[in-house]
């Protein structure tokens, strides 16, 4: 019987939840296996610990190096804000864990070497809606959302989507659609290393992570980025201090800070820098919540409910708030919730996870429009591979390569990139061939999405195609 979840993606988690300085233990951790992008990045935490969580709320990756002094971070962000302007492209990279079924995804209903292979996986020909592009293959009836959305040309579809030489472990293929490289050793996001070269030394926003952790795709060597909980829940708790009382201990921190600032000692200069400097991201993002930690912001539009083990929809509509109360974001990850790498019972896990994703990433894009926003965002969602043709003997499927993907926003394409790679040719573990190269859509979103040159980011982008991804 195969386990739902394989040791490899677990450790794989395990991991990148030390990544921003924690070293990994033996149990998590094998010298095969490369380390995540922003392991070991050095950091400051600006805020820490909440009445809901214990823990940083908000903390910003690479503060150590700005060498800043008192209000330069705050200038930095109001800087950002003025200099991007209500227009500025923003792209969100939305992760599905452990490598999505691709053929339960969007299913090759009627095709006889599907069903010889999913005697028990199969979608049956009349479930979920045809692509329209395509009517060999069905949207998996839990993606309606995404099938609804790709029908008003807001959703271009990557049925087909890997790289040459596919490695199926998670650890591995997942750090290459991180890293942008079919490299192990490189240690920046491919998006970090965008930030690097187009963002600034002053502006934590510009990378933000809502995984409440490094995300590795922003992972920079030089500019500093941000991981935040929910923006309600951003708030600085000192032991027996709140309320006005708590706001008053804030103020004076960053008062007896300003005074250390320029000191002799490069210790003291350095806390009493970010002293100084802490009360400015909880300025910004005040206005999400009151007095008593309740949020301020309600979305103009249904997000589902989150579940006891996460707050994806309530992420995305934070991030929603963010961007229309003008916050200078370029970058945004999260991590979408779920059980997919299905090993065994798929079905169930399967169909609760695609559900909560579609639900919650078309809420967000009807947020975005509602709020007058949504030409300025573009959602990518990837994952790290597909999964094997023919189901295992525990009504699971195994590690794969070829997968599919997705890019969400009414400036979206739309349509196909790449066609259906059909099942009458696999490889040579069984595994449905990719016909797009995840790297090519990188080099495509930089050069259209943020007009920026992809080979100063992108190794090898030169020699890898374009697809038109943005009207």
């Given at each position: 019987?195969?386990?739902?979840?394989?040791?490899?993606?677990?450790?794989?988690e395990?991991?990148?939840?030390?990544?921003?300085?924690?070293?990994?233990s033996?149990?998590?951790?094998?010298?095969?296996?490369?380390?995540?992008?922003?392991?070991?990045?050095?950091?400051?935490?600006?805020?820490?610990?909440?009445?809901?969580?214990?823990?940083?709320?908000?903390?910003?990756?690479?503060?150590g190096?700005?060498?800043?002094?008192?209000?330069?971070?705050?200038?930095?962000?109001?800087?950002?804000?003025?200099?991007?302007?209500?227009?500025?492209?923003v792209?969100?990279?939305?992760?599905i864990?452990?490598?999505?079924?691709?053929?339960?995804?969007l299913?090759?209903?009627?095709?006889?070497?599907?069903?010889?292979?999913?005697?028990?996986?199969?979608?049956?020909?009349?479930?979920?809606?045809?692509?329209?592009?395509?009517?060999r293959?069905?949207?998996?009836p839990?993606?309606?959302p995404?099938?609804?959305?790709?029908?008003?040309g807001?959703?271009?579809?990557?049925?087909?989507v890997?790289?040459?030489?596919?490695?199926?472990?998670?650890?591995?293929?997942?750090?290459?659609?991180?890293?942008?490289a079919l490299?192990?050793?490189?240690?920046?996001?491919?998006?970090?290393?965008?930030?690097?070269?187009?963002?600034?030394?002053?502006n934590?926003?510009?990378?933000?992570?809502?995984?409440g952790?490094?995300?590795?795709?922003?992972?920079?060597?030089?500019?500093?980025?941000?991981?935040?909980?929910?923006?309600?829940?951003?708030?600085?708790?000192?032991?027996?201090?709140?309320?006005?009382?708590?706001?008053?201990?804030?103020?004076a921190?960053?008062?007896l800070?300003?005074?250390?600032?320029?000191?002799?000692?490069?210790?003291?200069s350095?806390?009493?820098?970010?002293?100084?400097?802490?009360?400015?991201?909880?300025?910004?993002?005040?206005?999400?919540?009151?007095?008593n930690?309740?949020?301020?912001?309600?979305?103009?539009?249904?997000?589902p409910?989150?579940?006891?083990?996460?707050?994806?929809?309530?992420?995305?509509a934070?991030?929603?708030?963010?961007?229309?109360?003008?916050l200078?974001?370029?970058?945004?990850?999260?991590?979408?919730?779920g059980?997919?790498?299905?090993?065994?019972?798929?079905?169930?896990a399967?169909?609760?996870?695609?559900?909560?994703a579609?639900?919650?990433?078309?809420?967000?894009?009807?947020?975005l429009?509602?709020?007058?926003?949504a030409?300025?965002?573009?959602?990518?969602?990837?994952?790290?591979?597909?999964?094997?043709?023919q189901?295992?003997?525990?009504?699971?499927?195994?590690?794969?390569?070829?997968?599919?993907?997705l890019?969400?926003?009414?400036?979206?394409a739309?349509?196909?990139?790449?066609?259906?790679?059909?099942?009458?040719r696999?490889?040579?573990?069984?595994?449905?061939?990719?016909?797009?190269?995840?790297?090519?859509?990188?080099?495509?979103?930089?050069?259209?999405w943020?007009?920026?040159?992809a080979?100063?980011?992108?190794?090898?982008a030169?020699?890898?195609?374009?697809?038109?991804?943005?009207?």
């Amino acid at each position: 019987m195969h386990k739902r979840c394989c040791d490899d993606f677990t450790r794989s988690e395990l991991l990148r939840k030390g990544t921003g300085g924690l070293q990994p233990s033996s149990r998590e951790w094998d010298p095969r296996m490369p380390l995540p992008a922003g392991h070991g990045i050095d950091r400051r935490r600006f805020l820490l610990g909440s009445a809901k969580a214990a823990g940083a709320l908000m903390t910003v990756y690479g503060a150590g190096r700005l060498g800043l002094g008192s209000g330069a971070l705050s200038e930095g962000v109001a800087q950002a804000a003025a200099v991007q302007g209500p227009n500025s492209p923003v792209l969100v990279s939305v992760f599905i864990p452990g490598g999505l079924d691709a053929l339960s995804f969007l299913a090759p209903v009627a095709d006889p070497v599907y069903r010889k292979l999913r005697p028990t996986l199969a979608l049956g020909e009349n479930e979920g809606t045809p692509l329209v592009e395509d009517s060999r293959v069905h949207w998996h009836p839990t993606a309606q959302p995404f099938a609804d959305l790709h029908a008003q040309g807001k959703v271009t579809v990557f049925p087909g989507v890997g790289y040459t030489h596919p490695d199926m472990s998670h650890f591995t293929s997942r750090h290459y659609w991180e890293v942008g490289a079919l490299e192990t050793r490189t240690q920046t996001g491919w998006m970090g290393r965008y930030l690097d070269l187009a963002g600034t030394s002053s502006n934590p926003l510009q990378g933000l992570s809502l995984d409440g952790q490094m995300n590795p795709t922003i992972a920079t060597a030089r500019n500093p980025v941000a991981a935040i909980d929910l923006p309600e829940d951003f708030s600085l708790w000192l032991p027996g201090a709140w309320g006005e009382v708590s706001d008053l201990a804030v103020s004076a921190m960053s008062s007896l800070g300003q005074t250390l600032t320029g000191s002799s000692d490069p210790a003291l200069s350095q806390v009493g820098s970010i002293a100084a400097e802490i009360g400015t991201i909880q300025g910004q993002l005040a206005q999400f919540h009151d007095a008593n930690g309740k949020p301020t912001y309600t979305p103009p539009v249904s997000y589902p409910k989150g579940t006891q083990n996460s707050n994806f929809p309530q992420l995305l509509a934070g991030c929603a708030a963010m961007l229309a109360a003008g916050l200078p974001l370029k970058c945004v990850a999260i991590t979408v919730p779920g059980d997919f790498d299905t090993h065994s019972a798929q079905a169930k896990a399967f169909d609760s996870g695609l559900a909560m994703a579609a639900q919650s990433l078309a809420a967000f894009q009807a947020d975005l429009e509602a709020r007058g926003i949504a030409d300025r965002v573009l959602v990518h969602v990837w994952t790290e591979f597909g999964r094997r043709v023919q189901e295992n003997g525990s009504k699971g499927t195994d590690h794969g390569a070829g997968g599919a993907g997705l890019l969400i926003g009414t400036r979206a394409a739309g349509g196909v990139v790449g066609e259906w790679p059909g099942l009458g040719r696999l490889d040579a573990n069984g595994n449905m061939l990719f016909n797009v190269d995840f790297r090519s859509v990188y080099s495509s979103l930089l050069e259209q999405w943020f007009s920026h040159d992809a080979a100063s980011v992108i190794p090898g982008a030169g020699q890898l195609p374009r697809y038109q991804l943005v009207r």
